[in-house]
């Protein structure tokens, strides 16, 4: 454990006017610590790692998509959470990655100090680099406590982000049905 984060956790409690040697706080340095290394884990995680060689020939050329992947961040402006979930598509051009991978890439992004719309660019960008696809999408829609908790306090907004690569980008069609696609339930 890294003993000066929890040196500097025990210090925040001071500075917000607790006390960190009641008995309640005797180890929630220790504990926030560890739980900062765990939410920040990202970075310490390569994306050759995650994919870790889960590339299958493919004759597949249609869109391939997955829905609704939960996903937990922190704000680098507040280091707030902000929870949402999201959608990546790619169209394979004779390779397809593992199904778990596509959610491992996003939670390695995510588990770094972010902001939604960066997130957004380094999961497609990844996915690109991986797959060689003709085109990526990817949107993500999620709900930032900064914005509730703090600030303006408004509960139910949900911001939404999309990069669209290659075939997504470039046509219409191939965006709309991407699009209709990740709204069907």
Same mark, same amino acid.
């Given at each position: 454990m890294?003993?000066?984060?929890?040196?500097?956790?025990?210090e925040?409690?001071?500075?917000v006017?607790?006390?960190?040697?009641?008995?309640g706080?005797?180890?929630?340095?220790?504990?926030?610590a560890?739980?900062?290394? $765990?939410?920040c884990?990202g $970075?310490?995680?390569?994306?050759?790692?995650?994919?870790?060689?889960?590339l299958?020939?493919?004759?597949n050329?249609e869109m391939?998509?997955?829905?609704?992947?939960? %996903?937990?961040?922190l704000?680098?402006?507040?280091? %707030?959470?902000f929870?949402g979930?999201?959608?990546?598509?790619y169209i394979?051009?004779g390779?397809?990655?593992g199904?778990?991978?596509?959610?491992?890439i996003i939670?390695?992004?995510?588990?770094?100090?972010?902001?939604q719309?960066? %997130?957004t660019?380094q999961?497609?960008d990844?996915i690109?680099?991986?797959?060689?696809?003709?085109?990526?999408?990817v949107?993500?829609?999620?709900?930032h406590?900064?914005?509730?908790m703090?600030?303006?306090e408004k509960?139910?907004?949900?911001?939404?982000?999309?990069?669209m %690569?290659?075939?997504?980008?470039?046509? $219409?069609?191939?965006?709309?049905?991407?699009?209709?696609?990740?709204?069907?339930r």
């Amino acid at each position: 454990m890294n003993e000066e984060m929890t040196k500097n956790y025990r210090e925040i409690l001071q500075h917000v006017g607790e006390d960190p040697q009641r008995e309640g706080l005797l180890k929630t340095p220790e504990r926030a610590a560890k739980a900062m290394r $765990y939410l920040c884990h990202g $970075y310490r995680q390569t994306l050759e790692e995650i994919v870790n060689g889960a590339l299958f020939e493919s004759d597949n050329d249609e869109m391939v998509i997955v829905r609704e992947i939960e %996903l937990y961040s922190l704000c680098e402006h507040h280091l %707030l959470p902000f929870i949402g979930k999201a959608h990546v598509a790619y169209i394979p051009t004779g390779k397809v990655l593992g199904l778990s991978k596509v959610a491992r890439i996003i939670d390695m992004f995510a588990r770094r100090l972010q902001i939604q719309e960066n %997130l957004t660019r380094q999961i497609a960008d990844a996915i690109a680099q991986v797959t060689n696809a003709a085109g990526v999408a990817v949107v993500i829609e999620a709900k930032h406590m900064c914005m509730m908790m703090r600030g303006v306090e408004k509960q139910n907004s949900v911001m939404s982000t999309s990069v669209m %690569l290659g075939a997504f980008r470039e046509s $219409y069609n191939t965006r709309q049905e991407f699009l209709q696609l990740i709204r069907s339930r």
